[in-house]
């Protein structure tokens, strides 16, 4: 079985700080992961994923995210926030195995950017 | 290309009624999932089909709920009787077949209350 675990559930920053979410996960075979945003009364929308190769992702709007696996990881960074990347944000994982077509969420953190 | 299309976007509707979601995927995809999105649970996979064929069903909460996905353009969820506890966002997502894929498409989900 998989599963995901999103440390924080609310991140308050100010405009132009770095911010990092942070997401874990658990699978007993080798797994893609996915970082997908949510604007409020909307669906998910793909920010970056690992699938193989280097362990430093680059996604959308300036995140990115760096695959650990030793400390089974996958935490999203971005330099410098802005306004308009106040939204919730998911971790996801999904198997390279024969459960691979199914993603496994965590809880979501809300990333609010403050003025 | 249009993304996945739900209908309806909202939904009230009285303890006891039958309730229909709907779901258009994108074309080509012959993955197809339902989500539901509560603030408790978070995004739980209710059910996924390939090829319109139903894989795993074991997130379906019970038996009022079932799925249908009569040809790989259009997917339905029906609750019948749909209960309070049965509100949430209901989301489907869709995916293609393919190594170094996984990502899903999400449509912009159903609001469902349930009074």
């Known amino acids: 079985a998989q599963s995901v675990t999103q440390l924080d559930s609310q991140v308050p920053v100010f405009e132009e700080a770095p911010v990092e979410l942070r997401c874990n996960y658990s699978s007993s075979v080798s797994v893609y992961l996915f970082w997908y945003v949510q604007y409020p009364n909307q669906g998910l929308q793909l920010l970056l994923k690992y699938l193989s190769g280097s362990t430093l992702v680059k996604g959308i709007n300036g995140f990115e995210a760096e695959f650990n696996k030793s400390q089974t990881s996958f935490h999203l960074r971005k330099p410098s926030v802005h306004i308009s990347d106040t939204a919730e944000y998911f971790c996801?994982?999904?198997?390279?195995?024969?459960?691979?077509?199914?993603?496994?969420f965590g809880k979501g953190t809300l990333l609010t950017v403050n003025p | 290309d249009a993304g996945v299309i739900q209908s309806p976007r909202h939904e009230v509707t009285e303890m006891g009624q039958e309730v229909t979601l709907r779901c258009k995927p994108i074309?080509?995809?012959?993955?197809l999932f339902w989500y539901r999105q509560t603030m408790m649970r978070g995004l739980e996979l209710l059910i996924y089909?390939?090829?319109?064929?139903?894989?795993?069903d074991s997130g379906m909460p019970e038996d009022r709920f079932s799925a249908k996905m009569p040809n790989a353009s259009f997917s339905t969820l029906k609750i019948q009787p749909s209960e309070p506890r049965d509100s949430a966002v209901y989301f489907c997502a869709s995916r293609r077949t393919g190594p170094n894929t996984g990502e899903l498409f999400f449509g912009e989900g159903s609001r469902l209350t349930v009074l």
């Open positions: 074309s080509g995809h012959d993955y």
């Open positions: 089909f390939n090829n319109n064929v139903p894989i795993d």
């Open positions: 996801a994982v999904g198997g390279s195995g024969g459960s691979n077509y199914k993603l496994t």
